[in-house]
């Protein structure tokens, strides 16, 4: 059972240490409770899937402790830099690109070449400050449950998942962030949150750029945007054929995967995190190898191959076009 403390110095410094020892600490946000993993550590942010049941990786907000610490990670524009200075910290979170030489584990991103940071208010920046790495943290709460903005919901709900959970008491703001993205001149509402549209918009002289309806649903990581390989995926592939790369899974190989142009393992013991945390790198490097296919071995189904298989399944689906382009199309 998670051990629940005050938010004292000594808080700050225990939650430090436990999430450098990558386990899950719940830490109070303005908006939410989070239930947070040192960001760069792809075996702690796999540990945030599991613990939250969810059946697909979608992209996790990190949380920094100041600007400065955001520009280690991602490449910041004059637009997105004056939002910064405005509302941080504060319930505003903003989609970047990131660096070249970010050090956020790819799962965090869901593979995506940007991230999604913000700067909260309270106890978490002192704990992010401590730990000196980013805190990748959704929600505090079972995937399909509503958020966790007490202490003691999260412990109803997460309690015998995780090690440890920081009370601040009540969440102040009870809702998520509102997440933007700069896109040249026009800022995007991503997600509506927190923060008010009309507040940015007074900040920046012009209405955001309303994301269609539809693709809101869909959630950012879901859309086209998101990361594909250029390689056709086929799925639970038995034998490798001519001219396929390889992605196995656990101890046993497909027939024929000497024939593979280039194999690479999600886990050689055919253990499901270890595979989370490999998955996105892999299937990039793969690509990038040039393969026409990647064919990939059969993943079971329980704990986190859901949310790999689900990620696979979205990899091998058809590609269509953007809905925005759908819409011209008519
Ligand atoms: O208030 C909050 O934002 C809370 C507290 C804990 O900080 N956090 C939170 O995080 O809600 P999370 O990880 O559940 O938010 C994920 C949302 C999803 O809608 C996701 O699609 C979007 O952020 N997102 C994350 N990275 C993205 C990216 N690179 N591009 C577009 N959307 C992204
Ligand atoms: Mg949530």
């Known amino acids: 059972m998670a051990e629940t403390i005050a938010p004292d110095e000594q808080a700050i410094q225990k939650a430090a240490q436990t999430l450098a020892a990558g386990q899950l600490v719940a830490i109070p946000t303005e908006t939410v409770y989070g239930l947070a993993a040192d960001a760069t550590n792809g075996d702690a942010v796999a540990g945030i899937f599991e613990a939250k049941g969810r059946p697909h990786f979608n992209p996790l907000i990190c949380h920094v402790s100041d600007i400065a610490m955001a520009e280690r990670y991602a490449v910041i524009d004059p637009l997105s830099r004056k939002l910064m200075d ?3 910290p504060g319930p505003l979170t903003l989609v970047l690109p990131l660096r070249p030489d970010t050090h956020i584990h790819p799962l965090v991103a869901a593979g995506l070449d940007t991230v999604a940071l913000r700067m909260p208010r309270g106890i978490a920046g002192k704990i992010i400050a401590a730990l000196g790495h980013p805190l990748a943290a959704p929600s505090a709460n079972t995937s399909g449950r509503i958020s966790g903005t007490s202490a ?7 309690g015998s998942k995780i090690a440890l959970i920081l009370d601040a008491g009540p969440s102040e703001v ?10 040249g001149d026009a800022v995007l509402l991503l997600r509506p949150g927190g923060l008010a549209a009309e507040d940015i918009e007074a900040l920046i002289g012009q209405s955001l750029r309303r994301m269609d309806q539809r693709a809101a649903i869909e959630a950012p990581g879901m859309m086209a945007s ?3 390989p250029a390689a056709g995926v086929r799925l639970n592939a038995h034998e490798v054929r001519d001219g396929e790369a390889l992605l196995a899974f656990g101890p046993d190989r497909a027939a024929d995967a000497h024939r593979a142009s280039a194999c690479l393992n999600l886990s050689e013991t055919g253990n499901l995190r270890e595979a989370a945390t490999n998955l996105f790198d892999y299937m990039k490097r793969l690509d990038r190898l040039g393969g026409a296919v990647i064919a990939v071995e059969p993943i079971p189904f329980t704990g986190l191959g859901e949310a790999i298989n689900d990620r696979l399944v979205r990899a091998a689906a058809p590609r269509v076009p953007p809905i925005e382009e759908l819409e011209q199309i008519k």
């Not at 003691?152 to 997460?158: E, G, K, S, Y």
């Not at 009870?174 to 896109?183: F, M, P, Q, R």
């Open 174 to 183: 009870g809702l998520e962030s509102t997440i933007v993205k700069v896109d």
């Open 152 to 158: 003691q919901a999260v412990a109803d709900d997460l």
């Open 86 to 88: 405005a509302f941080w």
């Open 226 to 228: 998101h990361y594909a």
